[in-house]
């Protein structure tokens, strides 16, 4: 799978050059997505609140951000890194933990998929288990 391009964002939207010290979001042109740069809560929470608090988030003027798919979410692991396996150039702060997507798991509605940015790993879990979450936008190719 090749890597997507990964743009910084600004918090006026306006793009950056990947050596920027200070941005909110990270676009990936190729699936007309824009990442938070950090995760959305300090604390591990569980699935259910971490999808409201990304529906509530107010991040460069847009009020329309949402928790990823799975397969959205499996777009950021970087396969050449552990602890953790995202892009640290442009992603900030991520724990070496679970973070949450908004894909059902299809055996129960009480799970949920979620990614691993320690290792990379791909699993699902109760939704009331604690874990850390990106908000996304979906703003087209």
């Known amino acids: 799978m090749k890597k997507p391009t990964l743009i910084k964002l600004a918090a006026d939207g306006q793009e ?3 050596d920027a010290t200070d941005w909110v979001a990270v676009k990936l042109p190729e699936h007309g997505l824009i990442f938070t740069a950090t995760q959305i809560n ?14 509530a988030l107010d991040l460069l003027g847009a009020t329309d ?5 799975i397969d959205e979410l ?5 396969r050449e890194r552990y602890n953790p396996a995202i892009d640290t150039v442009f992603f900030r702060d991520i724990q070496n933990d679970w973070y ?3 894909t059902p798991a299809a055996w129960s509605s009480a799970s949920a998929w979620s990614v691993s940015f320690s290792l990379g790993g791909v699993n699902a879990y109760l939704r009331s288990n604690g ?4 908000a996304v936008r979906r703003v087209g190719q």
């Open 16 to 18: 950056l050059p990947a």
């Open 42 to 55: 300090e604390e591990e929470a569980d699935q259910e609140s971490l999808q409201a608090q990304a529906v």
């Open 65 to 69: 951000w949402d928790l990823p798919t």
């Open 74 to 78: 499996q777009l950021l692991v970087d």
């Open 100 to 102: 949450w997507s908004k």
């Open 131 to 134: 874990g850390f979450a990106l």
